[in-house]
């Protein structure tokens, strides 16, 4: 091919990459934060009785996960201010991926959720305690400790989606290594650092959730 | 006589149109212990699980020391008491599970000591004695900091019944509870019962156990379809039934 590789041009922009995916993880953060909460009010709707109280949070999810993500970011970005809504770039994605990670969470939840034993709800009400003070000390403890392995790659997922934020011009590790892209040239030196950088960051959040999983494993 | 604890008239408790519960009545006295037998479906556990509101009753009441369970009269309207009435009125009664039902992601100890601090705000350290000194009573002082899945059954179901009776409750539910465990561990589960009668515990014992039942009521309820259909001191009941049911019964069960 006779192309010499030159990662000079790449690594003097290398602080500029580094920024890019500190705000990726910041995005991510924030958006899986309210995901979560999302996701557990959801999924304990998901598994109510009353359909008032099920079938909104079911078409909620149906909808969301059968919409692009990219598609999301542009419509909250680009439609929204059309219909008077304005938000800044970070303010619209933080949104946009709350709302996906909160569908995807939920379900992740949900399937956590019904494999508790309907027993245990039984022992803590005949103590004397409120629905409310079960799922606190009880269910969502269990539920999250069922569905921790599932969790990572979920999380995971929703970290590498922030890179759909370049889509909007938000200055995160993707948008970043475009620019360095056009301006140096250097297109596969720059898109191998990048790709390492997501590669081995997804992998500490990975060895991280196993840390989480082995902590809380409960011994027997 | 000692004072009424336990007041149970014309319950009545459906399934869809499916009545399990067809009326019954019961007096239970303070220091009491009855246990219910009779064949799978007869309803004995329903009734059970009536009195602290884990089913829902269509007719009758249920008064624990006077008070209505579950449910109010107002005027001509009968309904549902508030969720957090019915939960402090669930305190009042303990219950122990076949299924044993112990919090798996809670040592022993943080298993009996949950209704203490959620439910009757006891400071941590106060709970925990409590709970060190019940575990001691069923004889598992030395596995407080064990966890559920690295106990047996029996020990298991020792902590549920520890987990109950932490809580002071005036009546102590019994649903079955050596149902589920290996017939060399059904002992020291009934052991802890005894020792509990002993103490004057006001008990009612849903069982399969007849020998025990004979040996630990002070009276015996045989239900039939939903039904009381006869009751009475146990050596009444099990050596001269009245009805051509309970002979049968007896003539199935394990008790001869």
Redesign the interface.
């Known amino acids: 091919m006779g192309y010499t590789l030159n990662f000079a041009a790449v690594w003097r922009s290398f602080d500029q990459l580094l920024e890019g995916l500190l705000l990726s993880l910041g995005l991510a953060f924030i958006s899986i934060l309210i995901g979560t909460v999302i996701g557990l009010l959801v999924a304990f709707a998901l598994t109510a009785k009353s359909g008032w109280v099920q079938r909104p949070a079911a078409i909620y999810v149906t909808i969301i996960r059968n919409l692009p993500i990219l598609v999301l970011v542009l419509f909250a970005y680009f439609a929204l201010p059309q219909m008077g809504v304005r938000l800044g770039k970070i303010e619209s994605f933080v949104a946009v991926l709350s709302i996906y990670s909160g569908a995807y969470l939920a379900e992740v939840f949900r399937a956590g959720l019904i494999s508790i034993p309907k027993g245990l709800t039984e022992a803590g009400l005949a103590i004397g305690l409120t629905l409310m003070q079960i799922r606190v000390s009880i269910i969502v403890p269990l539920m999250l400790r069922n569905v921790l392995p599932s969790l990572s790659s979920t999380v995971i997922s929703l970290f590498k989606d922030t890179s759909l934020a370049a889509a909007i011009a938000v200055p995160e590790l993707t948008f970043e290594a475009r620019k360095i892209n056009v301006e140096t040239f250097r297109v596969i030196e720059t898109w191998i650092v990048a790709s390492g950088l997501y590669v081995a960051t997804c992998s500490v959040l990975a060895a991280l959730m196993r840390l989480v999983e082995r902590r809380l494993s409960v011994p027997r | 006589m000692s004072k009424v604890l336990l007041e149970i008239q014309g319950l009545r408790k459906q399934y869809g149109t499916v009545e399990v519960l067809k009326g019954v009545d019961c007096t239970m006295h303070e220091g009491e212990v009855i246990s219910i037998i009779g064949s799978s479906g007869s309803g004995k556990t329903t009734m059970l699980r009536c009195i602290?509101?884990?089913e829902e009753f269509q007719g009758g009441r249920i008064l624990l020391e006077g008070e209505d369970i579950g449910y109010e009269q107002a005027g001509s309207v009968r309904r549902r008491k508030s969720?957090?009435d019915i939960?402090?009125q669930?305190?009042l009664?303990?219950?122990a599970?076949q299924?044993f039902?112990?919090?798996?992601?809670m040592t022993a100890a943080h298993n009996v000591m949950?209704?203490l601090v959620?439910?009757k705000r006891m400071p941590r350290d106060e709970a925990r004695a409590v709970a060190e000194k019940w575990l001691d009573r069923v004889g598992l002082a030395s596995r407080a900091d064990h966890?559920p899945?690295?106990l047996s059954g029996g020990q298991q179901q020792r902590v549920?019944i520890a987990?109950?009776i932490a809580?002071n409750p005036r009546l102590m539910l019994f649903d079955e509870v050596t149902s589920a465990l290996d017939p060399e561990l059904v002992g020291e589960v009934l052991q802890v019962i005894k020792g509990l009668a002993a103490d004057g515990m006001s008990m009612l014992l849903v069982t399969h156990e007849m020998r025990f039942a004979y040996e630990v009521s002070s009276r015996v309820i045989f239900m039939n379809q939903g039904v009381i259909c006869e009751e009475g001191e146990p050596k009444e009941m099990f050596v001269r039934p009245k009805t051509e049911r309970l002979a049968e019964f007896l003539k199935t069960s394990s008790f001869n």
């Open positions: 602290n509101m884990l969720e957090k939960a402090r669930r305190a009664t303990g219950m599970f299924q039902n112990l919090f798996p992601h949950l209704g959620k439910v966890y899945g690295q549920a987990r109950a809580m």
